[in-house]
Structure formats: C-alpha cells, structure tokens
C-alpha cells in the first residue's frame, strides 16, 4: 500500500513511457524538438501516473510564473469552453495553471484592460481567441509588452505572430459544395458579425464555391447574424418568406442553423425535404437538433491544446532574430448528417404556405 500512497516521481513517468529522465524534463519545460510520438507517451504517462510537477521548485529555479493567460471577448456558446478545455488539458499535462480572463473589446478602454491583466497576473505567455484574437489594440499592448502570443483562427498578420487554425475558408467551401452537388443552387447563407474574423472566411468559402459552378451571388440570400439562436430567427424569417426562397441554408455557425430549424418547422416545412439547413462547428447541439445537422467539425478541443503545446514550446526558445514564426494547421472534417438532401420540386400550395407562415 505505501508505494501506491507516494506521489509519483519523474522517474516513474520516465520509466512509464519509456525514455529517458533527461527527455520528461524537456518536455516539462516546453522545450522544441521532442518529436511527437515521444511527446505523446510521456504525456500518457504523465495522465495515467496522476504526476504534478512541483511549481514552487520551478518557480525559484527560474523567472517564469508557469501561468498562461487565455484572453477572450466572447463568452457565449460552447466555442470559447470548448478551447479553453483544451488549453487546461495541455496546462496540467506540461505543469502550467490557466488565467481566464474576458476582455470587453467593445469598450473604450481595451488598452488599460489588457495592461492591467498582465500586470496583476504576470503570465508567461498568451492565448488569444476570436474575435479579439484580430482587435488591433489588443495586439498592439501584447507586442509593446514583449509578452510570448498564440493566436487561434486568426484573419491577419501570419508574419508577426504565432498562431493555430483551420482553413475555414476551404471548409465553408467544401460544404457549400456539398450543398451544391445535392442539387441546390438557391443556397441562403447567414453570416456572422463584421468583427468577427471567421465570418469572412467562411462567406469567401461560400462564394468560391458557387463560383466553381458559375453561380453569381444573389445579395438577396445574404443575412447578417452575430454567431447567435436569437440573432438567425429574423435572419431565417425574411430568407424563408423570400418570393423565391432558398432550397438551402447555410449558417454560419450551428447555433444559427438550429435557429433556422425552428423557424422553418414553425412555418410547417419538412426537412430537409423541404430545406436543407447545415452548420458549421458541430458543437453538441449540431447532434440534439431533429433532423441532426449537416455540419464542418471544428476541432475546437484540437486548437485549444495545440495553441498551449505552441505558446509552451515558444516560452523554452531562444528568441533569434533570423527564427521564424511557428503556425499549425489543424484539420477538420465535413460532417453529413439528416438534415440536407437533394431539393424537392416546389409546387404553389408549398410556396403559399411559406410566405403565409
């Protein structure tokens, strides 16, 4: 019974998973260079063992706080929980605790804000997640600071700062395409708000797509939402009672596409026979909603725990002036689910029932 009672060394990690102490200690601190098959067991063992390094010995030993700080704007919905899991996953896995810290990026003192934060906290480094992750004032105190910075999904900037991210873009298209090969060529799209940088990239996607075919852009099918339920309801509303409405939807995030669901089953219209609906995402709403979403997975997770791996093997560099900027891409997968297929012909009794809903 005693030795299952003893806190597990570095020495049990090192002979759980097989390498050497010399390589648990770097990957401890972060240090580049540790290949992935070998981080990924020493990262097991250190899950399976229960090990914590000990902060305070860490701490004297060094100037670094072992804090890393996660600065965000927008609190809502699961995308900014599900990367902060991931952030935490990879914090307590390399012996560094996780600052969560909102910034109001709306306000008119951002600046002081984000001053104050790392000057109370003092954190080794920064993740920042959209849509501050492009707000230029934010950026502008972290380069002044000299503070180490992540970026996740980030519009701008690729020669400046490090950042993780997937190809929206391309995975807006590829589901765009996916409507298009249904059949669909009237494909309504709501978009997220103008400040945000992931609503760009996936219009673009969507516009790429239907140029593919030749299609134009019907300005008509173009709402604007903000990434919200309430903000898709008028949004889905004036798409569905258009004289010609769309065959497809397309919202820009799953949350407005599950608004779009309640609103064309209140106005009586089957899907997808009627309409087909997708997302983009696949958060766990994209499974609970009836029929299931049509949806781009976004490894939210994924990107939260590569930006730490990242900010983390920053932090053990030294800083070269020829050393160029790290960046990771992130792969994500286009997810097929009931509530797209291929459009029914629209006969008047249909079209009446739309616009009278």
């Avoid at 005693?2 to 570095?10: F, L, Q, S, V």
């Avoid at 560094?96 to 080794?124: C, K, M, N, S």
């Avoid at 480094?125 to 959209?130: E, F, M, R, S, Y």
């Avoid at 781009?296 to 002036?321: F, H, N, Y």
Wanted: charged share 25%; hydrophobic share 40%.
């Amino acid at each position: 019974m005693g030795n299952d009672a003893r806190k597990p060394t570095i020495i049990d990690v090192a002979r759980e998973s097989g390498v050497s102490i010399k390589t648990v200690s770097r990957v401890l601190n972060g240090e580049p260079y540790v290949n992935r098959a070998t981080l990924d067991k020493v990262m097991k063992a250190i899950h399976d063992l229960g090990y914590h390094p000990n902060m305070s010995a860490r701490t004297l030993a060094g100037k670094r706080s072992y804090l890393l700080g996660h600065l965000y704007g927008d609190p809502a919905g699961p995308y900014t929980m599900e990367i902060q899991v991931g952030l935490l996953n990879r914090c307590r896995a390399r012996g560094y605790h996780l600052l969560i810290e909102e910034i109001d990026y709306r306000g008119q003192d951002v600046e002081r804000r984000v001053r104050a934060v790392l000057d109370w906290l003092r954190p080794d480094g920064v993740v920042l997640t959209a849509p501050i992750t492009d707000e230029p004032r934010v950026l502008s105190v972290l380069t002044e600071s000299g503070i180490p910075l992540v970026r996740v999904t980030a519009e701008s900037g690729g020669d400046t700062f490090s950042s993780v991210w997937i190809d929206e873009r391309q995975a807006a298209a590829a589901l765009t395409r996916h409507l298009l090969s249904l059949g669909h060529r009237r494909i309504g799209l709501i978009k997220g708000p103008a400040n945000h940088g992931a609503t760009e990239r996936r219009h673009l996607g969507y516009r790429d797509a239907l140029a593919e075919l030749g299609i134009a852009e019907d300005p008509d099918l173009i709402e604007h939402g903000a990434f919200t339920f309430p903000s898709a309801l008028p949004c889905a509303e004036r798409l569905l009672s258009l004289p010609e409405p769309p065959t497809a939807i397309f919202a820009c995030n799953d949350e407005m596409a599950a608004a779009v669901i309640v609103v064309a089953q209140a106005r009586g219209l089957s899907l997808p026979d009627d309409l087909s609906v997708a997302g983009f995402d696949d958060c766990p709403i994209a499974s609970m909603t009836w029929p299931p979403l049509t949806t781009v997975r976004q490894p939210m997770r994924k990107l939260g725990e590569e930006a730490a791996d990242l900010l983390i093997s920053r932090l053990m560099e030294r800083p070269r002036g020829d050393a160029t900027v790290p960046h990771r891409l992130v792969s994500h997968d286009l997810v097929v689910r009931a509530s797209t297929a291929p459009p029914k012909a629209q006969n008047p009794a249909r079209r009446r029932t739309r616009k009278a809903g």
